[in-house]
């Protein structure tokens, strides 16, 4: 498989932050006296943007009441963060290894812009990234908009890049852009609800990445 654009999902796929993002969610709806969802049913909204994952779980709110839910959410994910999120086991090194082959590497996210550059003054990981978008500056998953940018921005057709994400959401984003996609088996959604998006593969861990693009065979060559 040769691809010059790697293209992740952040929350899921990057950084193991789904169960803070269940759990700022509950007292963000707490906060407003909705109430409680399983925690699934949050987990199946995670890689939306925002405004939209609020109004897919509380279809009842309207434009006011979403708004006040975010800035509640907002809120305590803030709060949470003064302990950053753990990345996935291996992901440094995967982003690492990339680099070391002149990849370019991207980020497609439902987070805010705030939100993404908030993690990446954080933990220093905007090194590893030429470029990102985000859902409050594009269209939200699954539309294809966030790839068709990055790809117009990087000056690299659709059949140069691929997508690495946990979610449907990811996973339909790429196919709409016509893009190939990875699914981790790891993040939000279940390998049953991935499947049916056609990913060439479903890994269990990031290092396994490496192998279906080529890395290794190229790390040997290059030695």
Avoid at 105 to 111: E, H, N, P, W, Y
Avoid at 159 to 174: N, Q, Y
Avoid at 181 to 190: D, E, F, K, L, T
Wanted: net charge negative; charged share 25%.
């Amino acid at each position: 498989m040769n691809y010059d654009l790697v293209i992740f999902d952040w929350d899921g796929t990057v950084m193991d932050s789904t169960g803070r993002i269940v759990s700022c969610m509950h007292l963000a709806a707490d906060d407003l006296a909705l109430p409680s969802l399983p925690d699934q049913t949050v987990r199946d909204i995670i890689g939306l943007g925002l405004p939209e994952a609020i109004a897919t779980l509380y279809p009842v709110l309207g434009a006011a009441d979403i708004d006040r839910m975010r800035d509640r959410y907002a809120f305590h994910f803030i709060e949470a963060e003064s302990t950053p999120s753990a990345l996935y086991p291996g992901a440094e090194t995967v982003l690492c290894r990339l680099l070391e082959l002149d990849m370019k590497l991207a980020v497609a996210t439902g987070k805010s812009r705030k939100g993404l550059q908030r993690v990446w003054s954080n933990t220093g990981l905007d090194r590893y990234f030429h470029a990102s978008r985000c859902a409050d500056e594009s269209r939200s998953k699954p539309e294809p908009h966030m790839v068709l940018e990055l790809l117009d921005e990087m000056a690299i057709p659709a059949s140069r890049a691929i997508v690495v994400g946990d979610t449907t959401f990811d996973l339909e984003m790429a196919r709409n852009a016509g893009v190939d996609r990875v699914a981790v088996s790891y993040g939000a959604h279940p390998v049953d609800r991935l499947l049916p998006c056609e990913p060439l593969a479903v890994i269990d861990k990031l290092n396994d990445l490496l192998p279906l693009l080529g890395v290794d065979e190229l790390i040997m060559e290059s030695q």
